[in-house]
Structures are given as structure tokens and as C-alpha cells.
């Protein structure tokens, strides 16, 4: 499953500040996390930012701890917490899975340690809706 050591990044977003859609994304994610096995996670929240763009403070320090390799998986409710953007998106999983990041997305039944289809509807529609 992780690698030795490696934290599962549990990530969490609401673009209109959302405490209660955080925290339900939170609590959805731990529990998910446990029933996988994940033991050693951090949650990164970003309260009130936009999906549009990757410059989020939780979102630059989960990527920082991944670049440290200390990050192993990222766990999202759905796509479109990561990015509205399905281009960028899909550059920034190519990007991890060229680290050897694994993603999971819990709503979109989407995990890219599998082939998955859906993922380019799925974004797709989010950014149409986004």
C-alpha cells in the first residue's frame, strides 16, 4: 500500500469559506483513510480559495512536503478540490504520477494507481460546472 514512512495527505477545500463543507470533507476523508489502512496522515485545508488557481498556502505545502518526498498519497472528496482547471488537473497527475504519487479521489471512485476513464469526464464536468 504507502511506502514505509510515507504520509497520506488528506486534502480539503471550500472556495466560499466553508467551515462545515471543510470539516464534513475532513471528517468523510479520515474515516476513509482509516478504512484503507493509511495510519500516518496530515490534512491540508485551504478555506475560502478557489479551485481555479494552485496557489493556495495548505495547497504550496502539501506540495512541498511531496517534493520532500515525505508524501506518498493525497486523498481528496473529488477532483475538482484539487483544480476546476481539467487541464490542469491532468498536468498536475501526470506530474504525480511521475513521482510515484498515488491520488485518490473517494466521490469520483477514482484512484490512479488504476486506469480510470471517468477521471477525464469527471474533471470535464467539474470545470464546466466550476
Known sequence: ???YGMIA????R??????VAVDGQKQK??????????????????NGYSGIRFERPAFIE??????????GTVIVQNISRISRDSI??????ADMR???VRFISVNDLHD???????????????SILG
Not at 29 to 46: M, P, S, W
Not at 66 to 71: E, H, N, S, V, Y
Request: glycine share 8%; hydrophobic share 40%; net charge negative.
Open 14 to 19: 471550500a472556495d466560499n469559506a466553508d467551515q
Open 62 to 71: 502539501m506540495t512541498k512536503c511531496i517534493d520532500a518526498g515525505i508524501i
Open 98 to 100: 511521475v513521482r510515484g
Open 1 to 3: 500500500m504507502q511506502g
Open 29 to 46: 476523508l479520515r474515516a476513509y483513510a482509516l478504512d484503507k489502512g493509511y495510519d500516518n496522515v496530515a490534512v491540508y485545508i485551504d
Open 9 to 12: 495527505a488528506i486534502y480539503c
Open 112 to 126: 490512479s494507481d488504476k486506469d480510470d476513464i471517468m477521471r477525464d469526464i469527471l474533471s470535464r464536468i467539474d
Open 88 to 93: 490542469g488537473f491532468r498536468k498536475w497527475e
